[in-house]
């Protein structure tokens, strides 16, 4: 367990630095020693540490100015393409230029096929029937009724209350490698993917150092994930200040689309756009049709709202009102109007969005909506006092809410789930005090959203195709990932095996992911996934078979 801090120390707080804060100054150059300044050791940890130690109170304006032009200057020290080079010129004289994996399967086109799965209960399109899946090189190259007699190499037999599902594709991931890997790395983050039935996963630009806001962090970054990951992975851009020039080249070298906040991300080196500057690169984007991914709540809400200091989960609430939320969410709306581009609202909790959102969609905008597990499953009400491990931003909300969000999936408003892993180390959490105004703000679930959202959406009476549909199809088209999110000819033989009717209780020591603690501990879930193949190939959570996948690839 990593070492508790004193009680009264402040820690990072993600996603929760509250944009205008007052915090004492730093000594002349503390800052650019924290970040790894140019010619200065990099120190990751204190960076983190720093972040969001300012975000409790309001400021004057000259504060203001003084601090967002501090944190322009340690986003350009940590994301300084220059330095990266270093660091990856570094990397390649201590590591030497890894092997990527060899590819799974067979080149030859014989009759037999590398992999053969029979099962009673295979998806199929918009439901389940019996079939027979053959897999050749990697790919998905026959589907036949269940009695067709593929042979292949290695023949699966799926038992009667057995599911063969289509690997998942959690598009919002923070994998935090490298520079903060003491909070979660690839190898840690992508076994726990695989064993709660994920195959894809996409990273997001922040929370590692460097942030992925330019071509040398992403290069940075892919030397740390590849031969370590154990499904495939694929990386967002960042949109932060000044980085526009910048954007057309990450697209060209693979990522997906670019994530921005409208409010500070709890990190200095990814400050936040201010709607005009978002406007700017919507309009930037469209020149080469990438999509722009928003965390949508407003900074002068949550600035007018009552502090979040303490151990009681509806002070938190309070300091992170719907209406920051709703205001963001109309500002994306109207910019992605006013420019044409394709934009998309990150972990909705505000049920009050919907409205406009359905509004958006009907006018013709291109706007997609995701939701994640927590927001589906937890309530405000339940919530005990002091728990920190339910913190998040924005905030789990009320049962009515819940509800309504529900709903939202069900009538097409929210277009997926993902899960938004958001881990830190245990003490960043502050579980000694549980205060929600200092602990890190982030849910740790990659392993257990299928079980979740299985869990709630068989007891509303939902059936599992559209669970598979939310978590695995909608994303990897809204994505572009062309080869995965469905069991068809030609896609990615990426596999599970799931036991609808198996139930569990969790337990956080178990879980793959880095840090022991999750919402979810103690709670009983019904669906557990037994098996998963990446592309034909069986994970055996000990050689890592993942690749790293980019924009376009087929």
Request: glycine share 10%; net charge negative; aromatic share 6%.
């Amino acid at each position: 367990m990593t070492e508790k801090k004193p009680v009264h120390q402040k820690r990072p707080d993600q996603e929760n630095a509250r944009g205008r804060e007052t915090a004492d100054k730093p000594e002349p150059g503390t800052r650019a020693r924290a970040a790894g300044g140019p010619g200065l050791p990099q120190d990751p940890a204190v960076v983190a540490r720093e972040d969001s130690a300012r975000s409790a109170t309001k400021q004057s304006q000259e504060t203001f100015d003084a601090e967002q032009s501090r944190r322009l200057e340690v986003s350009e020290n940590v994301n300084d393409p220059e330095r990266i080079r270093r660091l990856i010129a570094e990397y390649h004289e201590q590591h030497g230029t890894p092997v990527p994996a060899a590819s799974a399967g067979r080149d030859d086109h014989g009759r037999d096929f590398d992999l053969v799965v029979r099962g009673r209960n295979v998806s199929c399109g918009t439901g389940f029937a019996p079939r027979e899946v053959g897999v050749r090189g990697g790919r998905i190259v026959a589907i036949e009724p269940l009695g067709a007699g593929l042979t292949g190499h290695e023949v699966v037999e799926l038992a009667d209350d057995e599911t063969l599902l289509p690997g998942l594709v959690d598009t919002h991931v923070h994998i935090n490698e490298p520079g903060r890997t003491e909070w979660e790395g690839f190898a840690s983050a992508t076994r726990a993917a695989a064993a709660g039935g994920v195959t894809t996963v996409l990273d997001m630009p922040l929370n590692s150092v460097p942030a992925t806001v330019n071509v040398p962090a992403l290069e940075y970054k892919r030397l740390f994930a590849q031969n370590n990951v154990f499904v495939d992975v694929g990386f967002w851009g960042g949109a932060i200040p000044g980085n526009t020039k910048d954007l057309r080249e990450l697209h060209d070298d693979g990522v997906f689309g670019f994530k921005c906040f409208l409010l500070h991300s709890g990190v200095d080196e990814f400050p936040h756009l201010e709607a005009d500057e978002l406007e700017q690169d919507l309009a930037e984007i469209t020149t080469f049709d990438s999509l722009m991914i928003v965390h949508a709540e407003d900074s002068r809400a949550i600035d007018r709202a009552p502090q979040p200091h303490g151990d009681v989960y509806e002070n938190f609430l309070k300091s992170r009102p719907r209406g920051a939320e709703n205001l963001a969410i109309a500002e994306v709306i109207e910019r992605t109007r006013w420019t044409g581009a394709r934009s998309h609202i990150l972990h909705l909790s505000s049920s009050d969005a919907l409205p406009m959102l359905a509004t958006a969609k009907r006018d013709g905008l291109d706007i997609t909506v995701e939701t994640c597990p927590h927001y589906l499953t937890l309530l405000a009400e339940e919530v005990p006092d002091g728990a920190t491990a339910f913190k998040c931003c924005p905030p789990v909300r009320e049962v009515g809410n819940r509800e309504l969000l529900w709903e939202g999936l069900v009538d097409g408003t929210i277009d997926f789930i993902v899960s938004d892993h958001s881990p830190s180390t245990l003490d960043l959490k502050d579980l000694e005090n549980g205060d929600f105004g200092v602990a890190w703000g982030g849910v740790s679930s990659l392993q257990l959203g299928l079980s979740l959202i299985w869990t709630e959406a068989r007891r509303r009476g939902i059936e599992l195709e559209r669970v598979v549909e939310w978590m695995s199809t909608r994303p990897a088209q809204r994505a572009g990932l062309r080869s995965k999110g469905k069991l068809a000819l030609g896609y990615d033989a990426d596999l599970v095996v799931f036991g609808a009717d198996d139930a569990f209780v969790v337990d956080a020591g178990k879980l793959h992911h880095k840090n022991p603690i999750t919402p979810y501990q103690g709670k009983a879930l019904s669906g557990k996934v037994r098996r998963t193949w990446l592309r034909g190939t069986a994970v055996d959570f000990r050689t890592p078979t993942g690749r790293l996948v980019r924009r376009g690839e087929g």
